[in-house]
C-alpha cells in the first residue's frame, strides 16, 4: 500500500498539471462516475484543488464535486503531455482527466466515487485534517486523545489506524518505534504521556521530511549514509530498521528483528537493545 507520503507528492503533482485549468475530457470505465458526469458534465469544470488526506487522494471541481480515490495496493495516478506514451496497458485505465496541457490517467484504481465535498468526511470515513501528519491544521492533542483510547493495543498496530493517525504507513511505522526506542510491542498504557508525546511528533517529521521537493522516492529515514549508491538493489540503505532483519543495529550492532504484528498481520522490524520493553520482557523475532 502506499505511504501518506506517496499519495501527499501524486497530490502535489496533480495539483500542478491540473489546478485552475478546465478540464477537457473525463472518461471512466466506472459507470457510477459517467453517470455523475452525464448529470453535471466535469468537462468545462476547473479543477480547484487537489489534495491528499491520509491515503484518499482527492480532486475538487468547481461545481463542489469531489473525485475520491484511494489506490489500496494495486492503483497509480500518472501524468502525461498530449501524444505521450503510457507506461501501463490500456486495460488497466480507470478514470482519465485531460486538459489543454495534460492527459492524467488513473490505473487500476480500485475505489473511486464522485461525491459533494460536504458529503466527503462521513461518506468515506476520510480522516480529518487535524490527525493527518502532513495537514497544516495537525492537532497532536487530538490525535493523543485518540491513541489513548487504544488501550489494550500494542503502539505498532496503533500507528498504522487512519482514524487515530493519518498518513503514517508500515515502513515508517517501523522506524518512528526505533527513532524513539519505543518497542512496537508495548501496549499504550505502558508508554506514558511523553513517550506518546515524542511519538506523535516524530510521526511528523519523519513523514513530513519525506514530501520535500528534493527528497526523491524513496523514504529516507537514516542520512548515516552519504552516497546511495546500491539504493536499487537494497531498498534498506536508507532506513533505520524496516527490511533489515538479521543485519546490525546502526546504533548498538544488535542484529534487526523482524516479526508478523497485529490482527491485520504487518510486518515489523525493531531492535531489542535500542527499543526494550518498559517491563524487561522479550519478544521474539
Ligand atoms: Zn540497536
Not at 476520510?126 to 493527518?132: E, F, K, N, Q
Not at 519505543?182 to 516524530?202: H, M, N, R, W, Y
Not at 543495529?249 to 508478523?260: A, V
Request: aromatic share 8%.
Amino acid at each position: 500500500m502506499p505511504e501518506g507520503d506517496t499519495i501527499f507528492r501524486t497530490a502535489r503533482a496533480m495539483g500542478r498539471a491540473l489546478i485552475g485549468k478546465p478540464v477537457t475530457v473525463f472518461r471512466s470505465t466506472y459507470p457510477m462516475l459517467t453517470r455523475f458526469d452525464d448529470d453535471t458534465p466535469l468537462a468545462g469544470q476547473t479543477v480547484d484543488q487537489v489534495e491528499s488526506r491520509g491515503k484518499w487522494l482527492l480532486i475538487h471541481f468547481s461545481s463542489g464535486g469531489t473525485l475520491a480515490t484511494h489506490m489500496l495496493m494495486s492503483g497509480s495516478w500518472h501524468i502525461y503531455r498530449h501524444g505521450e506514451r503510457w507506461q501501463q496497458p490500456r486495460q488497466n485505465m480507470r478514470i482519465v482527466l485531460e486538459n489543454a496541457e495534460y492527459v492524467t490517467v488513473g490505473f487500476r484504481v480500485p475505489v473511486a466515487k464522485m461525491l459533494k465535498h460536504h458529503e466527503l468526511e462521513r461518506a468515506l470515513r476520510i480522516p480529518s485534517a487535524v490527525i493527518d501528519v502532513l495537514s497544516d491544521n495537525f492537532d497532536a492533542a487530538e490525535v493523543s486523545t485518540r491513541l489513548l483510547k487504544c488501550r489494550d493495543e500494542e503502539i505498532g498496530d496503533v500507528l498504522l489506524h487512519q482514524e487515530v493517525i493519518a498518513g503514517v504507513g508500515n515502513v515508517f511505522k517501523s522506524e518512528i518505534c526505533f527513532v524513539t526506542a519505543t518497542s512496537p510491542f508495548c501496549k499504550v498504557p505502558a508508554l506514558g504521556a511523553e513517550k506518546i508525546a515524542t511519538l506523535i511528533a516524530t510521526s511528523r517529521r519523519l513523514v513530513k521530511a519525506n514530501v520535500l521537493e528534493d527528497s526523491g522516492d524513496a523514504i529516507v529515514t537514516y542520512g548515516g549514509r552519504k552516497r546511495r549508491t546500491t539504493h536499487e538493489s537494497d531498498p534498506g540503505a536508507s532506513l533505520w530498521v524496516y527490511g533489515r532483519a538479521g543485519e546490525p543495529c546502526r546504533k548498538c550492532g544488535e542484529l534487526i528483528r523482524r516479526r508478523i504484528q497485529g490482527p491485520d498481520a504487518r510486518v515489523t522490524f525493531w531492535c531489542q537493545q535500542c527499543q526494550p520493553m518498559p517491563d524487561g520482557s522479550e519478544i521474539d523475532g
